[in-house]
Structure formats: structure tokens, C-alpha cells
């Protein structure tokens, strides 16, 4: 049997040589686009080959494929066929369902200071004036740079019968030359690792108008941090491919955003982005050779603008992009745009802010000292490493409650069960240990009667094969709850090296901030439960949603916040967890089931 890898969804599937990529996607129950059946007339069941050994190209796949597509190892599902394990990935055109995406955070009224200005020209000397005269006038005016290739937007807009000009600027230059009246936007950028999510701001009134999500296209090339960085590192243009399968993606969404409220391009005049430093490096094409090799360091750390274009981002001619600084080598600008919106610094009490991905970050904050670290958490809350693991996508677990000897589960959007996601893995652990089906240390109890043998080995079903939504049992087994123990151990283990690194207890704890997409939808109580949060009570703990695309959004149109979001990168103490005494064994403590 094959392992087949389908991503952006993280299912995987066993299946025999020779089966098509069509029928792997139907045995793991994601829905794709195939009008004609499978029988390669259509061509919408696109596919992007990754790694394994596949069928040779076909003649209805020349036909239905463009050249472009052919040099970029495109090829159709129904039409090709796997020998060997692999990794394929599916473009968005192709799936008939989208994975879920967590797209809201906390907002705050601010005040708009946004880093851009505009000013309304209208005067008869602008009948048939010329747009070189124009710009030299404009520079003289403004005391500040015009580019030259506003040139041809200065020429459509004097073309105009009302001759009337909208001239948007920053403190450096002229960013985008509009038809009088034309409202400016801003794009804010949440880049995770698995994950991004963007939003759109009308820039003079501060409202949200558009957001999108997609999964981070990086992942075809690993689903966390290190195997990017060493992606990168083990391939000549590694960094440079990364780099540009991120903007492809993100030029993808800008475009859907942009259609969802009919704004053109040259009306998005800034940008702020946010994403952890590997994240960072990578978007704006630099090494993250140091951030895989001790002692672990950012190349970049201070806060920086870098023009849009410059990168291949398809914003206005002069639009900048913002980036808020980064802490240190895995704590990068989204966990200092969370801290923003949360206002986690100006709380008065003991505050723990955490955001979970597959990389988390936390900050502990204790009368006036800031201590932060950063927590290898890896992709197991996002479904891979698990069996039966998909991501957040209909059909998928995301509740389960034991309740006798009965097994409830709550599926996305109520479809029946294809796979298990991160806070349905996390709630049945949970209810297993509660159940007392496994022991503390995640091993189950044997001679059981609810458990199954599989393969020789105990497992829990959850849903019998009849009532699974691709006819194949869904259960979960000791090697499933040791994925879990690993990731919620690098969570609690990087709370408990900063507590004593301020010299305090959980008890100590007033306020604790749970953010990021799994943040909001897992369950506090069974978080507890297992470990993975200290035992405090259950009020002191709050979810905040995407709070680092909140805290983009919030520096997209004040630039006061920035500056902030600078002061704030200077008083963080950052903790690196390898390095601290006795590590490995809090890290084995909180392995434990509690």
C-alpha cells in the first residue's frame, strides 16, 4: 500500500499502485471539481505533482492543458496514476469545498492616523497639461518624490472630461495618482505557516470591507517551519521558490478581495503584514539560513518598509508594504500584532498571551517585566500526523463527547464524518483520559471492552465505517494521542519555563489569552484537562480569535500603533527553551495526560 499526501487539505490515504489521483481524493472524501465523471473531457480535476513517481502524461491531458500549466507538473486527477508514495496538491479551482479559515479577531476603536495622505486637485490649468509638467509640479508642491511610472496614470486621469486628481502620498513619495473623489484602501496580512488570512480597509473610514483566507501555498513544501528552512537551504532557489508561491497566493487573494467590493489595484496605497520571522524572511526574500542553524537568530529583526513592487505585489505603483519588527529567531511581528490588539501589555495583572499555530508563540507579562519564548507545537492541531487527520474542512470531527457508552461527534457544517481535526483529536484524548480508556501516559488500558484491535493494536472507533461519510471507520490509536501529548507539551512546557523564569506560579495567573484560529475553536475545558493549559479557573481564560490580523489591521491605519509595535519589540525578554537548565525534563512532565 501507497501513502498519498492531498494537500492544501492534509488527508492522507493508503491505497495500491496504480490508482488514480481522482480516486484517492474520493477515498479521503474531498470533494473535487469533475463534471465529466473522471473521464478526462472536462478538465477541471487539476492537480499539482509534488513528489512520487505518476503515470506519463496522457494525450487528453496535452489537450485539456495549457503549456504554462504542463511546465508547472499540473496534470488531471482522473487521469493520472500513483506508483510510489507522494505528495500532490490541489489549486483552489479544483476543490468543490474550501477548508474553513478563522478570519475574525478583536477590534478596537483607534483613531485613524493611517500612513498615507491624500489631497483633491481642481483647476483649469489642468486642461491639457502636460503629465511630465504635472509631475515636476506635483514634486514641488509635496517636497516629495514622484516615480515615473505614474506617469501613465497621470495621463488617464487628465484624459478625464472632469480633470479633476486625487494625488495619494506618504512622507517619501507619491503612491498612486486616482480620478478625484476615488476612495483608497489598505490590505492588512495575517502570512501563518498554515494558513494566511487578508483583509481589506477602506483607509478613510478605518472599516473592514473585504476579508479572504487560503491555506499558506508554502505547504506543498512542508507543513512547518524547519522543513521550509531547510527547503530553502538544501535547494539552490529554494528561499526564491518559496518566496514567489507565497505571492502567487497572495496576489490570488488580493484579486479576490478586490473583486468582492470592485476596487482596482491602483487603489490599494499600503500594506501591513504580519507573520512569524521565517515567515517574514521568506516574503520578502531573505535567508532564513540562521534561523535554522544555533543559536537560532533573525537576519532581520528591526521594523521595515519595502515598496510592494519591489516583491512582485500587485498593489498601487508606489505602495509600501509595512512590517512590524520581529522578537527573535521564532517569535516574529504576528505575535507583536497580537500583543497589540490584545493590549496584553497595559493590563495591570499577571497576563499569559498565547498564540497557537504550528508554531506558538507566548508572552507572560508580571509587574513590568515582558518574557516571551517560542513553542515547536508542529501541525498535529491542524490534523496532519494524525490518521485519520484533515484540516477544517466539511466533514470534518471537530467535537466529541463520550457519554456512556454512546460516542457523540459534531462535524463541520454537520456533513457526515470524512476525518478528524485538531480540536476534535484534542477533545477525544480528552474524553478518553475522562473515561479512564487511557492513562496518563496516553496508552490505553487493555482488555477494555470498548476498544478494537487493529493491525494487533488497540483502537477507539469513533465512527463505524456505515455511517462515515467515505465508508471507511474513523478511530484513533496510541500513536494518534502520542501526536497530541508531543504538541500540547511544547505549549504548557513553554508557559511553565516562563513562570519560572518570573519567579511565579499558574495560581499566579489573572488573564490568559488564547488566540489564532485552533485557539478559538477548541474546547477550554478539555485543554485543561489534558495539560496542554494550566489547571486555573475557567473564567480567567479568554479567546480572542485571529488577533494578529486584528493587530495588522490596526497598524494598517494608525501609524501611531507602529511606533508602538517598535517600543515593544525593545522591552520583550525572548527565552530560548533549548537552551534553558532543565528543560527536557518539563517538557517530559507535561507529556503527561493530567
Given at each position: 500500500m501507497l501513502q498519498v499526501i492531498l494537500e492544501p487539505l492534509g488527508s492522507r490515504v493508503q491505497v495500491k499502485p496504480g490508482v488514480t489521483l481522482l480516486e484517492c481524493a474520493q477515498k479521503a472524501g474531498i470533494e473535487i471539481n469533475a463534471v465529466c465523471g473522471g473521464n478526462g473531457t472536462c478538465g477541471m480535476c487539476k492537480v499539482i505533482r509534488m513528489q512520487g513517481d505518476f503515470s506519463p502524461l496522457g494525450s487528453a491531458e496535452k489537450d485539456l492543458l495549457e503549456m504554462g500549466e504542463l511546465g508547472q507538473e499540473m496534470r488531471l486527477a482522473c487521469q493520472t496514476r500513483v506508483y510510489s508514495d507522494a505528495r500532490v496538491q490541489f489549486p483552489p479551482e479544483?476543490?468543490?469545498?474550501?477548508?474553513?479559515?478563522?478570519?475574525?479577531?478583536?477590534?478596537t476603536n483607534i483613531q485613524l492616523e493611517p500612513a498615507v495622505k491624500f489631497i483633491d486637485l481642481?483647476?483649469?490649468?489642468?486642461?491639457?497639461?502636460?503629465?511630465?509638467?504635472?509631475?515636476?509640479?506635483?514634486?514641488?508642491?509635496?517636497?516629495?518624490?514622484?516615480?515615473?511610472?505614474?506617469?501613465?496614470?497621470?495621463?488617464?486621469?487628465?484624459?478625464?472630461?472632469?480633470?479633476?486628481?486625487r494625488i495619494v502620498y506618504n512622507n517619501r513619495q507619491v503612491i498612486s495618482v486616482l480620478p478625484s473623489g476615488t476612495r483608497i484602501f489598505g490590505l492588512a496580512v495575517d502570512i501563518g505557516t498554515t494558513k494566511v488570512a487578508a483583509y481589506l480597509v477602506d483607509l478613510e473610514s478605518g472599516q473592514t470591507v473585504a476579508s479572504a483566507g487560503i491555506t499558506n501555498p508554502q505547504i506543498a513544501f512542508g507543513e512547518d517551519v524547519i522543513s521550509r528552512i531547510e527547503y530553502s537551504d538544501s535547494h539552490p532557489q529554494g528561499g526564491r521558490q518559496l518566496q514567489r508561491v507565497l505571492l502567487d497566493g497572495l496576489n490570488e487573494?488580493?484579486?479576490?478581495?478586490?473583486?468582492?467590493?470592485?476596487v482596482r489595484p491602483e487603489q490599494l496605497v499600503d500594506a501591513v503584514m504580519v507573520g512569524n520571522t521565517a515567515m517574514h524572511h521568506l516574503l520578502v526574500g531573505c535567508s532564513v539560513h540562521s534561523l535554522g542553524t544555533a543559536?537560532?537568530?533573525?537576519?532581520?529583526?528591526?521594523?521595515?518598509?519595502?515598496?510592494?513592487?519591489?516583491?512582485?505585489?500587485?498593489l498601487a505603483p508606489g505602495a509600501e508594504i509595512y512590517l512590524p519588527p520581529n522578537i527573535a529567531g521564532f517569535v516574529g511581528g504576528d505575535h507583536v500584532a497580537m500583543l497589540l490588539a490584545t493590549r496584553s501589555t497595559e493590563f495591570a495583572e499577571t497576563v499569559v498571551a498565547?498564540?497557537?499555530?504550528?508554531?506558538?508563540?507566548?508572552s507572560l507579562v508580571h509587574r513590568g517585566r515582558h518574557f516571551a519564548c517560542s513553542c515547536a507545537s508542529g501541525p498535529a492541531f491542524e490534523g496532519a500526523h494524525i490518521r485519520e487527520g484533515i484540516r477544517a474542512i466539511p466533514g470534518a470531527i471537530e467535537r466529541v463527547l463520550l457519554k456512556g457508552e454512546k460516542v457523540q461527534i459534531h462535524t463541520v457544517q454537520g456533513k457526515p464524518a470524512i476525518g478528524i481535526c485538531g480540536s476534535g483529536i484534542l477533545d477525544a484524548v480528552a474524553e478518553l483520559r475522562q473515561a479512564d480508556l487511557i492513562d496518563r501516559r496516553g496508552a490505553f488500558r487493555k482488555g477494555n471492552p470498548r476498544l478494537s484491535l487493529r493491525h494487533g493494536k488497540p483502537a477507539f472507533v469513533l465512527v463505524p465505517a456505515?455511517?462515515?461519510?467515505?465508508?471507511?471507520?474513523?478511530?484513533?490509536?496510541?500513536?494518534?494521542?502520542?501526536?497530541?501529548?508531543?504538541?500540547?507539551?511544547?505549549?504548557?512546557?513553554?508557559?511553565?519555563?516562563?513562570?519560572?523564569?518570573?519567579?511565579?506560579?499558574a495560581e499566579d495567573i489573572e488573564i490568559f489569552l488564547v488566540a489564532g484560529a485552533f485557539g478559538s475553536y477548541l474546547d477550554l475545558r478539555n485543554a485543561v484537562r489534558i495539560g496542554m493549559f494550566p489547571p486555573i479557573p475557567l473564567e480567567r481564560y479568554r479567546q480572542v480569535g485571529n488577533a494578529a490580523g486584528a493587530g495588522a489591521r490596526q497598524m494598517l491605519i494608525s501609524t501611531r500603533l507602529r511606533t508602538s509595535a517598535e517600543h515593544l519589540g525593545d522591552k520583550i525578554e525572548y527565552v530560548e527553551l533549548t537552551t534553558v537548565s532543565g528543560y527536557t525534563d518539563i517538557f517530559m512532565d507535561a507529556i503527561q495526560l493530567d
Open positions: 479544483s476543490l468543490a469545498t474550501l477548508q474553513r479559515l478563522q478570519l475574525e479577531g478583536q477590534e481642481e483647476s483649469p490649468q489642468l486642461a491639457g497639461a502636460d503629465p511630465r509638467q504635472m509631475l515636476a509640479w506635483l514634486e514641488q508642491k509635496l517636497q516629495i518624490q514622484v516615480q515615473s511610472d505614474l506617469l501613465a496614470w497621470v495621463e488617464t486621469c487628465l484624459e478625464s472630461p472632469l480633470r479633476k486628481l487573494l488580493l484579486a479576490n478581495l478586490c473583486h468582492q467590493v470592485g543559536p537560532y537568530k533573525a537576519a532581520i529583526k528591526d521594523a521595515m518598509s519595502l515598496p510592494a513592487s519591489q516583491i512582485g505585489l500587485q498565547l498564540d497557537i499555530g504550528t508554531n506558538t508563540e507566548i456505515q455511517k462515515s461519510g467515505h465508508g471507511r471507520e474513523i478511530s484513533i490509536n496510541r500513536q494518534d494521542i502520542n501526536e497530541i501529548q508531543l504538541a500540547k507539551a511544547a505549549i504548557r512546557s513553554g508557559v511553565e519555563v516562563l513562570l519560572r523564569e518570573a519567579g511565579i506560579n
